[in-house]
């Protein structure tokens, strides 16, 4: 009986056949990532997504892993071991990685990011006493049962939506979809975050309802605003920096292209009893070029856009773009004021990130003092030998003159 075969008998989940793949393939999961490509598997014995047991050509066990028929990512590691991967199973990864956040105060945070969490395609973030989960590859959508078994064992929710709406299961030929998979989960949540209030919406908002990955380094562009000052929240969507900064800065503009996004905003604003905030639709672009024709100044600058590089192809285009709005905020800046400003485009690598910067400060004319480099929130853990878990960058910045 080989290493593929005891695998399928006593896990019970693994489907039947074993996937071999190629030296190259069984390096990469040696060397600590835990995707193999279809040009690194050498035989498919069924055309089925599900768990499958790997080896090499040599037959020796190298792991289970979701398998995944119709994308280019064919494999990812689950255990390199022979346990069942039941609903137990995951149960009890899904309770490690909510016990590494362990000492987060904030009712909205994430509990499982995917590959770095060991739980490969699966992002589970809650919202006070629900629980939003995206199931991202159709191996692991194919064990909807056990995962969602897992889910509510691990962390008893009041209610799991599943935000099955990424664009991302296009390539693993899954339907783009939002269901309700137990309890109630309600069109609106309200949660907390470092004493702010904030609705969430998790059936239509972005990602799974809010932007968890910035969740402190709101916090920590608020604690470097100068007191008393102006600020300007460029991409405010439903208005999460601006409301942090708002608590001690005179007044805030917060614009975004979305009057949707800024009646939610406004809702958030009211909620937490702020009147110091003004609303502003407008484009990003043409606001900063007015802003900057007026003469306009301000004492904290957040640019958080969304990601201008979908693809290597248009890195350079996007670049571009982050210099340009990079380059004008930090003419508007007081000496003295903060820019806290970020990518969330995985091909935007922090090396490129920081020589756009260091470009848009030479061409501002301005000296700009590095306080801290920023990526994700710790609930968003990045795994140093995965770089696709560590997609956020950002920097704080402060204007200085001699």
Not at 78 to 101: F, K, M, S
Not at 130 to 152: H, P, Y
């Amino acid at each position: 009986m080989t290493a593929g075969q005891a695998v399928g008998r006593a896990g019970g989940r693994t489907t039947a056949g074993t996937v071999v793949v190629s030296a190259k393939g069984a390096a990469r999961w040696a060397a600590g990532h835990p995707w193999i490509y279809r040009t690194d598997v050498y035989a498919e014995p069924r055309a089925e997504p599900g768990i499958t047991a790997v080896t090499d050509r040599r037959g020796r066990h190298l792991g289970q892993a979701l398998y995944s028929p119709a994308s280019e990512i064919r494999l990812r590691l689950l255990t390199r071991g022979t346990e069942p991967v039941d609903a137990a199973w995951w149960g009890a990864r899904i309770a490690a990685a909510a016990a590494r956040r362990e000492g987060i105060t904030d009712s909205a945070y994430r509990v499982v990011h995917a590959e770095a969490d060991g739980l490969p395609s699966l992002i589970v973030d809650r919202y006070g006493p629900c629980v939003v989960a995206q199931l991202l590859s159709a191996g692991l959508e194919s064990v909807r049962d056990d995962v969602l078994g897992g889910i509510r064992s691990a962390l008893n929710p009041d209610g799991v939506l599943l935000r099955n709406d990424a664009g991302i299961r296009r390539h693993e030929g899954l339907p783009l979809e939002v269901v309700p998979a137990y309890g109630t989960v309600p069109e609106a949540l309200e949660v907390m975050e470092r004493g702010i209030r904030y609705i969430v919406p998790p059936w239509s908002g972005q990602k799974t309802g809010a932007f968890l990955d910035q969740r402190e380094n709101r916090a920590l562009v608020a604690e470097h605003a100068p007191a008393g000052g102006r600020a300007l929240d460029l991409f405010t969507y439903h208005g999460s920096f601006a409301l942090h900064l708002a608590r001690t800065a005179a007044q805030v503009l917060a614009v975004d292209s979305s009057e949707e996004a800024l009646a939610r905003g406004r809702e958030n604003a009211e909620l937490n009893g702020l009147r110091n905030i003004v609303w502003r639709e407008a484009n990003a672009f043409d606001l900063l070029r007015e802003l900057e024709r007026q003469a306009e100044r301000f004492d904290a600058i957040v640019l958080d856009p969304p990601a201008f590089a979908k693809t290597k192809e248009s890195l350079t285009r996007a670049l571009a773009g982050y210099k340009e709005i990079n380059l004008r905020a930090m003419r508007l800046l007081v000496p003295g004021g903060v820019l806290f400003t970020c990518s969330c485009s995985y091909h935007v690598n922090r090396a490129a990130f920081a020589d756009m910067l260091a470009g848009a400060a030479r061409d501002s004319g301005r000296r700009l003092q590095l306080l801290r480099w920023t990526g994700a929130g710790q609930d968003h853990p990045e795994i140093v030998n995965v770089p696709e878990t560590g997609y956020l960058k950002g920097a704080l910045l402060r204007a200085v003159e001699f």
